[in-house]
Each structure stands twice: as C-alpha cells, then as structure tokens.
C-alpha cells in the first residue's frame, strides 16, 4: 500500500472514530432534553402560583419593602450568570457570557460597580482565565439543577441585596440565562430581578384579570417578607431550569452538525482514497508494461 | 353547595389537585379552615399538616413546610418549598 493511501485510510479511520462519539453524545443530550422539559412543565405551575401572589400583594398594597422599591441611586449591581459545567454545546456558553458582558458594559456606563455572581463551570472559568473577580460560583449541577441549590443562591443574593452598599451590598440584581424556545431555538435572556419588576417575565398572569382584594395573614409586611424570597428562589430555578434544557437542546445540535461534518470528511477522503488506489495500480500497471517492452524490444 | 377548587404545588411539581368542600391548614398564626365562598386571602403557612376533605367524603393530608396559602374565587392554591401527601 502507498504512504499517501495509508494516510487517508488513516484519517478515514479517525473521523469514523470521532463520529461514534459525536452520535452517542446526540442520543444522549436528546433524550436528556425530554428529561428537562418534563421538569420544567412540572415546576411551572409552583412559579405561576407564586408570580400570581406576588402580583397580588404589589396590587394591592401599598406597603414600602425593601424588596420592591427603587433605591435612589443605584452604587452596585449584581449580574448571575448561568452557564454549564461542560463544553460542546456551540455557542451556547459563548452567547449568554457575550449578553452578560454588553450588561455589564451597560451598567458601568451608567456609573455602577458590577459584581459577579456564576453558575457552571464555564463561566468560572471564563473568569479564571481573565483574572477577573466574581464574589460567588456555584459549580457541579448545571444539568441536573436542584432546587436546594436554587435556594443557596436566592438567600446569598437577597442578603447581599439588603446589606447596604457600604459593607458590599447591591442595588441591583441582574440575571442572565439561555432561555429554551425550542428544540432549535435557545435565547440568551437577561432580567432584572431586584428590585422587582412583577409586570415582566416569563409566567404572567392574565393582565385583564381583575384581583380581588385580599385578607393577608399575618400582616401585608411581613407575607411580602415570606413572599419575596420565595419568589426569587422560584425564579432563580426557574432559570436554572430553562438553562439546563438550552445546554442539552444545544449540545444535540452540536453533536448533530459534528456528526454530519464527520460524514462529509469520511466521503471526501474515501474519494480521495479511491482515487489514491487507482493511480497507484495505474502506475503499477504502466511500470509492468514499460517493463515488458523494454524486454521485448531488446531482442 | 359549591366546591373549593384545590391545588397543592411544592418547588418540582404539582402534589395533589382536585375539588373539596373543605380545607384545614395551618398558618402561621394558627389553624385554618377554609369553606366555599371564603373571602381572598393570602397567608404564610406553618409547618404542618393540610387536611383536604374531599367533596365525596373522604379525606387526604399532605406535610406542607416554608410556603403560602391563597384563596381567591373558591380557588385555593398551596404553595409550599417541600410538600408531600401523607
């Protein structure tokens, strides 16, 4: 066999190789991505519930909370930003750390101090490498996200929100995530989360519904007290969530066009190796030709 | 008579729903009972059991920790962080 033959065969090989991989890591993002949606109908109707009392209390009460009024001037923001632990999933990481940096550009023109708060291994080592500072991360389970931990991150940001500004506390809370459009489609979202803004977001209640009014128990203080950072866990979940079925939507489209790209390689070069052989044995029989002539004419 | 529409939702997913004539919870100043055609209400809940009583007799109780109650239009939604029927 020619070297230059052997070369394609070889290279035949490796694509065929990396093409198993590629295919297997498809099938399981796909039928992981079942897994996530279910998980996200199921916890829908928890954050509507929620997103529906919250609603409730803001319209019908005029109490002044901490959680839900404007701060005079605005000193520090946070931004959390979602990302997964792994890679091969496109642009999925690239796009929402992109959104996060245009938030942060923003903020800071608007003469506020950011600070970080990340989620997934990507993100932290997106700011590893750069050297930048982030206050939190919390890395391990983007692809399977628990609510515990959704909790863990709603009561550092809530407490880092009532601290004042002087000991290092935010103003502002931003978050920024992949939201699952659909199986092709994932956005990178960003939404402010404190103070709160109840009228945008994803589960709204109808807005021509009429509220009745309400009875609260204890007092309408201290349900907001209970309500708000129920609130925000649900949300922060709720992102957690819709993160975690992006990755898997993204992966699978990754691997799908990997493993398309890996069957264009392997037909290129078994043309080209056809095409190797076939010199080869052309040359081979012109060589035994050539040689038979020159026996024949030397007599 | 009319019937309590119920829903008992924890953080992953949706516990119990279903109608009743009656509802028992506990808040957090205290057990509550709660009857078709109850005025709009929003609580904090304590810990403890919910005791749902089913329109056709019969009875389910679930733990419900660290969530709210609201009752609007003979709706009553439980909310709670952890939930599960007993």
């Given at each position: 066999m020619g070297a230059q033959l052997r070369v394609y065969r070889q290279k035949i090989k490796s694509a065929q190789t990396t093409k198993k991989i590629t295919r297997a890591m498809e099938l399981i993002a796909a039928s992981r991505i079942t897994k996530a949606q279910a998980r996200m109908s199921a916890s829908a109707p928890y954050s509507r519930a929620i997103t529906r009392a919250v609603s409730a209390v803001a319209t019908f009460s005029n109490v002044d909370h901490i959680l839900t009024t404007e701060p005079e001037k605005v000193e520090r923001a946070a931004v959390v930003i979602f990302s997964s632990d792994?890679?091969?999933?496109?642009?999925f990481n690239s796009n929402v750390l992109r959104e996060a940096e245009e938030l942060a550009t923003l903020l800071r023109s608007q003469g506020k101090d950011v600070v970080y708060y990340l989620i997934g291994r990507k993100a932290v080592g997106y700011f590893a490498f750069r050297k930048r500072a982030f206050v939190k991360e919390w890395v391990g389970e983007t692809d399977n996200p628990v609510f515990d931990t959704a909790k863990e991150i709603g009561d550092s940001l809530v407490s880092a929100f009532i601290a004042p500004a002087s000991e290092g506390g935010v103003d502002e809370i931003h978050i920024v995530y992949n939201r699952f459009v659909s199986m092709l489609t994932q956005t990178p979202e960003v939404v402010r989360?404190?103070?709160?803004?109840?009228?945008?977001?994803?589960?709204?209640?109808?807005?021509?519904e009429i509220f009745p009014l309400y009875e609260f128990e204890p007092e309408v203080g201290d349900v907001l007290d209970g309500l708000l950072p129920v609130y925000i866990e649900s949300r922060i979940f709720n992102a957690m969530l819709q993160s975690a079925t992006s990755k898997h939507a993204a992966t699978q489209k990754a691997m799908k066009s990997a493993s398309d790209n890996a069957d264009t390689l392997i037909k290129d070069f078994t043309r080209l190796a056809n095409n190797a052989r076939q010199s080869e044995i052309t040359q081979q029989i012109s060589e035994i030709v050539g040689g038979a002539d020159a026996l024949s004419t030397k007599h | 008579m009319a019937e309590l529409n119920v829903s008992l939702v924890s953080a992953d997913r949706e516990v119990w729903s279903g109608g009743a004539s009656m509802v028992v919870a506990r808040t957090t100043e205290g057990e509550i009972g709660l009857l078709p055609g109850h005025e709009p209400m929003l609580a904090i809940l304590g810990a403890g059991e919910v005791r749902i009583t089913l329109a056709g007799g019969g009875s389910v109780k679930a733990n419900a920790e660290e969530g709210f109650l609201s009752v609007e239009h003979d709706t009553v939604t439980i909310v709670a962080r952890h939930a599960t029927l007993v």
């Open positions: 792994r890679g091969l999933a496109g642009a989360l404190l103070p709160l803004e109840v009228v945008e977001g994803v589960e709204e209640p109808d807005n021509n | -």
